[in-house]
């Protein structure tokens, strides 16, 4: 079957004439969403995770590859002949509250993408909004108010109403949940779930947060430094990372099981992710790898298939050398090792006396 | 080292940080944790004497038996830096983009007094090092838009530990960062507790902090203090409802792969808008008539302290996400 979006070999290149100014945001990336599917993608900041959700928009134009929307090649299109590929295809950013005008109505708000793709839903655009606000857990009540009356929880809930107003196959997010209070983001993690079941929606999910990719993401992208290193179903990469860099990923954020854990340790890497600009020779990750040889100082590992559920991973030594490894950090980080925490028995329940610690 | 009791923080009649009392023992890591709102950066704020301007204080902060409220703005700057370090979520607005890292650094040695010229340029490199800056002769000579993110916090902690306070204040210190620059400043963070005699307190929303390093944890909602107690107890057997969906929040590594999952409804509520009754009730599973009518006080509960009339006693974390 036709995936929904295709990224081939996709190249994005900021700067210019200048030789040495120029960056390589994105460097020959090739990703695939199908219908109803979701792919999260995950990296750190710099590592061109934004601007390849930007390339996936349109919102930007790729210096080299193709961008495909339902089999058709939609690289060079114009704003125009954009239009219908852009009703399909639609995206939620990180901070909502930027993509509002803070002045308009949320019933506003809701029947702009309706006015712009001149669509009249049978029952009227009014009922239409109020079934999508309802989806996503607020009520018409809230249609006459303005989006600083709204937390950031209900904002962004708002956000994905009016991107499902034109029940678009593709979703795009850009850090869905990044500037949520954790409470917060379980929320919208719930809405998305369930838009999800009940349309069948596609999503392409941007974040640096494992935690959040791992719980909704069918297949898993990881980039770093403008490359997927490892890509593969979700649940399979989550129980057992192959690239030194997915597993320092997945050992930076602890469960709270593994927070419990007192045996718990992190994979430190040393220093920091170097900028696109100055793009290590070889292996990118080899100034930071733990595991780090010779060749992977020379040679550039290419991105490839390590076994029959489609996981690939660009890595000289893996999964030879890395299963293992990623296998046992991914069960410290669930707390799978070491003793349960003591309890504690229940004491006295007390009146705070003036001289008591607090 | 440090008593605080009934400590509020008031914009006219609002009381953004409403009657907090808690006590930081000497050489303890103490972590501060709340959701935006919760007055959590305020109360840190309070601490250092720094509030924003139109807020009042009220109430007692005793550090090493001196009132804070009471000392004049002088003597609090001195105290600042002097004893007291502070690292802020973003050094980059934090720190003078126009002076070179070393200077910054030596210039809050000389300002109090611990020592001058090429002796505090010495000095400011020695701790850029000690904060584990690589070639940190190089980074004191940059300004700081040219080092990255995680070295500018790194920079940031090296400048709160000129003086050799013996208490360091850390609002948010990770958030901005990536998750494997956090982790380094985390380890850093652990390192400083184990080799110094220094008192922290760390002020976060991030639950993953936690971990490892803390002796004890306060947790705020609302402007209140809603639990305090030894990390142990209020990660496994917390007392206060808030405490336990506050933990359960950052689980869904724990829930099966796109489970629906388990959430504490609706927002905390604004600083206009709080209920009457226990903050939480609007959005607490266990709320019954009482909670609704009458805010509850901290009391002992079980191995913590809970402002709450009907405590979990018993509940523990394992059993439910096993």
Redesign the interface.
Known sequence: MTPLLELEDVTKVFGGRRAGATVRAVDGVTLRVGRGETLGVAG??GCGKSTLARLALRLMDATDGVVRFDGQDVTHLSSLGLLPVRRRMQAVFQDPLASFNARETVRRIMREPFNVHSLSPSGGIDAKIEELLTSVGLSATDLDKRPDEF????LQRIAIARALAVEPELMIGDEPTSAL???????I??VL??IQRDRNVAFLIIS?D???L???ADRLAIMYLGVVVETGP??ALMAGPLHPYTQ??L??????????N?Q?K?V??P???PSPAHVPAGCRFHPRCPIVQPDCRTTVPVLRAVGPDGTQVACHYAPEETQTQGRAIAAA??GHDGD?????????????ASG??? | MLQIRDLSVSFGRRRAVDGVSFDVEEGEFFLVIGESGSGKSLTGGAILGLNPSGSTRTGSIRFKGREMLELPERELRHLRGDQIGIVYQNPLSAMNPVIRVGDQIAESIIVHGKGSGRAAATRAIELLERVHIPDPARVAQAFPHEISGGMRQRAMIAMALACGPSLLIADEPTTALDVTIKAQILELFAELRRERSLTIILITHDMGVVTQLADRVLVMYAGKVAEVGPVETIMNQPAHPYTKALMLSGAMSDAPFKSVLQVIPGSAPTLDARPLGCRFNPRCAYAQDDCRATMPSLRPIAGSLAACHHPLVGFRHSELVA
């Open positions: 750190e900041s937390s950031g929880g209900q209070d954790p409470s917060i983001q379980a929320q993690i719930n779930l369930s640096h494992l935690d959040v791992g719980h909704i979700g649940p320092a990923l050992s930076a954020a602890p469960t709270p099981r593994a927070r419990r007192q718990w992190r430190l890497l220093g920091d992710p980080r669930l349960p925490p003591p309890t504690i028995s229940p004491g006295q329940h007390g009146v705070l008591d610690r607090i």
